[in-house]
């Protein structure tokens, strides 16, 4: 099953060696690396805005919706990683590779699946969330063509986990800024069809994130296959498709419901937006692309803390663990609070970039200035979730998820939405963002310290 390449095995052990080195070696490069896959996002919204406020609009519902399949992809990668990083961490080559394979073919079969599922829903799914006869049309002309090549924004997400699992966080950087140039080169040559081109509009926009996208999945997948030797179609290997699947999916779907909370949450929010208009939607979009460009660093955070943690698991070292966490916790705050200020200050600038229209520049500082307040907490909960995955316990991050994005806000934000104006409903979320921080740092810090042979307790003698 072996291939005997001496130049295999970039990985990083992450076991022994300082905490602090570990995560800022891992988090740096991913942080660019997030960044450029990002830039999909808004340089997408950036041309399409210069189209129209509908098309502006357009995007906003169609990004609710992506991004539950987005999300149903980051729990297969969140599986992956936490298997992947334990037989790291047990020095289990082998078994990485069973898991590695096993799990690409698994995104293949939910690739496939989700993207009929979202074709043959369009329409119905996208009325009932609000969108009106004029936007539907240019949602219909972006999403159709997403939903055809949802395998090459699946599979990527699912290959870099495996990636992170053995400590490489590199690679991937490189191809994903290699991948957002070629998007920001092909979006208005095939929006505005220059140099001979069709003028493709949305669809342009669309088109040109398949092709860039397309390929970081060749790029990914080839790498795993002849650098890390991760991947083999031996019939040795996929005699374990049940076995490895079930490994897998034991976190990766608890991990995918944790993960599509959210953005399902996200969809009742925009509908609930809706009745305050379309440009409403617009605006919560734009302010929305802004904030996942500056979650970022939170975002690469919370993509090194699971495979810290499933390493150290593995190995039985549970202090590393603990000031693993201790650390993410320090950097959320304190980053966080810095974020806030900076976006108060740039807000009016950052928001006018994506439309000139005063309503819309109005509803996204409102946005900027209120929500950012709980990015330390937010960004917390997604380096416990990872964690809560990395250990194999992935029950807790779901209820945190659950209880932050629906349980707590939709029941008050709808009420609110009846009698008050827009930034109240931004002022509730931040505030259930703070509530779901506290809860998960005692939360995954109690798991942690209940699973150490040293902290048990004695058994009672009579």
Not at 7 to 14: V, W
Not at 37 to 50: C, H, K
Not at 184 to 192: H, T
């Amino acid at each position: 099953m072996k291939r005997t390449n001496k130049s295999r095995k970039p990985h990083t052990d992450l076991t022994v060696g300082s905490i602090p080195n570990h995560l800022l070696k891992m988090t740096l490069p991913l942080v660019v690396g997030l960044m450029a896959n990002m830039a999909y996002g808004l340089v997408d919204l950036y041309f399409v805005g210069m189209l129209g406020d509908d098309e502006l609009a357009a995007m906003g519902y169609v990004t609710s919706v992506t991004m539950l399949v987005i999300s149903a992809s980051i729990g297969l990668s969140a599986g992956t990683s936490s298997v992947l990083a334990r037989a790291f961490g047990r020095k289990d080559h082998d078994e990485v590779v069973r898991l590695a394979t096993i799990s690409f073919l698994l995104t293949i079969l939910i690739a496939v699946t989700l993207g009929f599922i979202g074709l043959v829903t369009i329409d119905p799914l996208f009325t009932l969330i609000g969108a009106n006869e004029n936007i539907l049309p240019l949602i219909r002309d972006y999403i159709t063509i997403w939903y055809i090549s949802c395998l090459f924004v699946i599979a990527p997400v699912v290959g870099m986990s495996a990636m992170r699992a053995m400590g490489d966080t590199m690679t991937q950087t490189k191809i994903n800024i290699y991948a957002a140039l070629v998007n920001v080169v092909l979006d208005p040559i095939l929006i505005f069809g220059l140099f001979g081109f069709p003028r493709l509009e949305i669809e342009g926009a669309a088109l040109a994130t398949v092709i860039a996208r397309g390929g970081v999945f060749f790029s990914i997948y080839g790498f795993l296959y002849y650098r890390f030797e991760a991947i083999n179609f031996s019939r040795e290997v996929l005699r374990t498709f049940k076995s490895s699947a079930r490994s897998i999916m034991h976190v990766g779907i608890p991990a995918a419901a944790t993960n599509m909370i959210i953005p399902a949450g996200n969809v009742v929010l925009i509908g609930i937006i809706s009745g305050y208009g379309q440009d409403a939607v617009a605006a919560t979009n734009v302010a929305a692309r802004i904030e996942s460009l500056c979650l970022v660093f939170f975002f690469a955070l919370s993509a090194v803390i699971g495979p810290v943690v499933g390493q150290n698991l593995s190995a039985h070292k549970f202090d590393r663990i603990e000031e693993a966490l201790k650390i993410c916790l320090t950097f959320c705050l304190v980053w966080g609070a810095v974020l806030a200020l900076t976006i108060a200050l740039l807000a009016n600038v950052l928001a006018s970039q994506f439309s000139d229209d005063p309503f819309i520049i109005e509803k996204a500082v409102a946005y900027l200035y209120l929500i950012p307040l709980s990015y330390g907490a937010y960004g917390f909960v997604m380096s416990a979730n990872a964690s809560f995955n990395g250990i194999g316990r992935p029950l807790p991050g779901v209820i945190v998820s659950t209880m932050r994005t629906v349980v707590l806000p939709l029941p008050l934000i709808y009420f609110a939405s009846l009698y008050y104006d827009l930034p109240v409903i931004y002022g509730i979320t931040s505030a259930c963002n703070i509530i779901a921080g506290t809860v998960s740092f005692l939360w995954v810090m109690k798991t942690v310290r209940d699973m150490r042979p040293d902290l048990a307790p004695s058994p009672t003698t009579s």
